[in-house]
Each structure stands twice: as structure tokens, then as C-alpha cells.
């Protein structure tokens, strides 16, 4: 069975210093990742997600994730983070049943940003 | 606004009750998941329905049940309620039945059992 791990429990960086988000998948086969972000009391929303070709995704509000399937990885990184940031963030694998089962998702990540 | 519903936001019950939540998908899309937040557990899929059909289940206990109605909206109903079951419960919707495109997730419901 599929699985994700999101080392980190909590992050803190400062605001325009830059951001890494470790993310590590099991997955028998090329997997389907994604990176979803919730802020405080909301749903989640979709950053990026990754099914084939380019191994450097890009998605919304200037974040970035990069495939490694050496290292069975999909990191999420921002070049320069903003206090508006700062929220929980989730990776998860895609589904397995043609797609008609749901995510598997990790833990989650919770990002503070200083002053 | 993500463009899916879920009412209530709020629901504090007693153990043992029975409560609905309600999910109204984004239009368009004909699929609808639920899915439990707790801090033990994480985010764990549940269910999902297609137009109207389940077609897959997750870790979704015998005393939940859900459906989706012809007007696509879908409800979970939780009976015999633990506290144990205290979460947020999430649905999200898409269009074709698959979550590998990825879907839109409403905000949630906070259930809290006493």
C-alpha cells in the first residue's frame, strides 16, 4: 500500500529567507503527487501536483516541487517565503483503484514564519 | 470560496447521537469524497460516489454510511457517535471520478462529540 512521509512536523523560517518541504512517498508504480496547503480553519488547496515529464513542477503562489525518484522524494521549495505563508502543508500520493480510490496523505507539515 | 459546501460548519453532539453533514459539490463536477481530520490519524479518505454511485470506500467505519442524490449534493451520516469521532470532516469534488486530477476541497465540518 502506498504511504507518504512528511519528516518535519514543524517548520520555522523567516520571512524572505528561503523554504524546503521533505516529502517522501512509497508507491509501486510512477506515482501522481501533490502538494496541498490549509490555512487556519479552511479546506485544503492545491498547490502543485506532478504525474509525468518534467521532474521540476511548478504551482501557485510561487512554489515550486521537484520529483526524485532515486530518492523517492517531491520536495516543495519557495524561493522567498511571506508571513502570508504560513499555514499547514500536505503531500500526498495519488490513488490507487484507477483513480477512483482517494489520496494518501502525510501527516502535514506546519510552517511559522518570523518576523 | 473553493465553490464546494459544506454545511454545518459547526456540530458539537452527544455520544451516541446521530448527525448528517452535508456536502454541495462545485458545479459541474459529478464526484464527491469525504474525508476525516484528526490529530491521531491525519487526513484518511473515506468515501467516494460518482452521479450518484459509490464507487470506492476508504477506512469509513459500519456506523458512517453516506449517498449522493440526483442533484449531486451528498451526505454523510454518522451514527452511534464516539468520542472518538470528534474531527473536521472534509469533502472535496471533481469531475471525472479520479483522484489523480486532483479536486476542490470545501471547508469543512468541525464535529465535536461530548
Known amino acids: 500500500a502506498q504511504s507518504v512521509t512528511q519528516p518535519d512536523i514543524h517548520i520555522t523560517v523567516s520571512e524572505g529567507a528561503s523554504l524546503e518541504l521533505r516529502c517522501n512517498y512509497s508507491?509501486?508504480?510512477?506515482?501522481?503527487l501533490f502538494w496541498y496547503v490549509q490555512s487556519p480553519g479552511q479546506g485544503l488547496q492545491l498547490l502543485l501536483k506532478y504525474f509525468s515529464g518534467d521532474t521540476l513542477v511548478q504551482g501557485i503562489k510561487g512554489f515550486e516541487a521537484e520529483f526524485k525518484r532515486s530518492q523517492s522524494s517531491f520536495n516543495l521549495r519557495k524561493p522567498s517565503v511571506h508571513w502570508s505563508d504560513a499555514a499547514e502543508y500536505f503531500c500526498?500520493?495519488?490513488?490507487?483503484?484507477?483513480?477512483?480510490?482517494?489520496?494518501?496523505f502525510g501527516k502535514g507539515t506546519h510552517l511559522i514564519i518570523q518576523p | 470560496d473553493s465553490g464546494v459546501t459544506q454545511t454545518p460548519k459547526h456540530l458539537i453532539t452527544a455520544t451516541g447521537q446521530r448527525v448528517t453533514l452535508r456536502c454541495s459539490p462545485r458545479s459541474g463536477d459529478l464526484s464527491v469524497y469525504w474525508y476525516q481530520q484528526s490529530l491521531d490519524q491525519g487526513l484518511q479518505f473515506l468515501i467516494h460516489y460518482y452521479n450518484g454511485e459509490e464507487r470506492a470506500k476508504g477506512n469509513i467505519l459500519e456506523r458512517f454510511s453516506a449517498q449522493q442524490f440526483p442533484d449531486l449534493h451528498s451526505e454523510l451520516n454518522l451514527s452511534s457517535l464516539e468520542l472518538g469521532d470528534s474531527a473536521l470532516y472534509f469533502c472535496?469534488?471533481?469531475?471525472?471520478?479520479?483522484?489523480?486530477?486532483?479536486?476542490?476541497f470545501g471547508s469543512g465540518t468541525r464535529l465535536t462529540v461530548v
Open positions: 508507491y509501486g508504480a510512477t506515482p501522481y
Open positions: 500526498a500520493v495519488g490513488a490507487s483503484g484507477g483513480g477512483a480510490d482517494g489520496l494518501t
Open positions: 472535496a469534488s471533481s469531475v471525472a471520478p479520479n483522484s489523480n486530477y486532483g479536486y476542490t
